[in-house]
Nanobody, 125 residues
């Protein structure tokens, strides 16, 4: 099990940027695939981006491809989500999550067992 704490959310104008961070506890962080998900009011939680355990593979939702970048630093037990060209429809609570997938990657919410508390991102028009 890994404990996750997100930070970096806030209010930004459309077209702006934010960088979300997720700090993980535990000595086995480098064995987890990591994902970012988001949930807007009245909507289901949805996949945003994922990165495999060694950082060699990434996956993005079509809605954020080309604007968001996921990365990780296993030496620091950190995963990041760089968000550029933000749009009002990106407004949501963003969650990081961890999954034991070997060196695999998965975009399915149910594959992720450990979740952070979330950080609010609000994009004004």
């Amino acid at each position: 099990q890994v404990q996750l704490v997100e930070s970096g959310g806030g209010l930004v104008q459309a077209g702006g940027s934010l960088r979300l961070s997720c700090a993980a506890s535990g000595r086995t962080f480098s064995s987890y695939a990591m994902g970012w998900f988001r949930q807007a009011p009245g909507k289901e939680r949805e996949f945003v981006a994922a990165i495999n355990a060694n950082g060699g593979r990434t996956s993005y939702a079509d809605s954020v491809k080309g604007r968001f970048t996921i990365s990780r630093d296993n030496a620091k037990n950190m995963v990041y989500l760089q968000m550029n060209s933000l749009k009002p429809e990106d407004t949501a609570v963003y969650y990081c999550a961890a999954a034991r997938l070997g060196l695999g990657l998965d975009t399915t919410l149910s594959k992720y067992n450990d979740w952070g508390q979330g950080t609010q991102v609000t994009v004004s028009s």
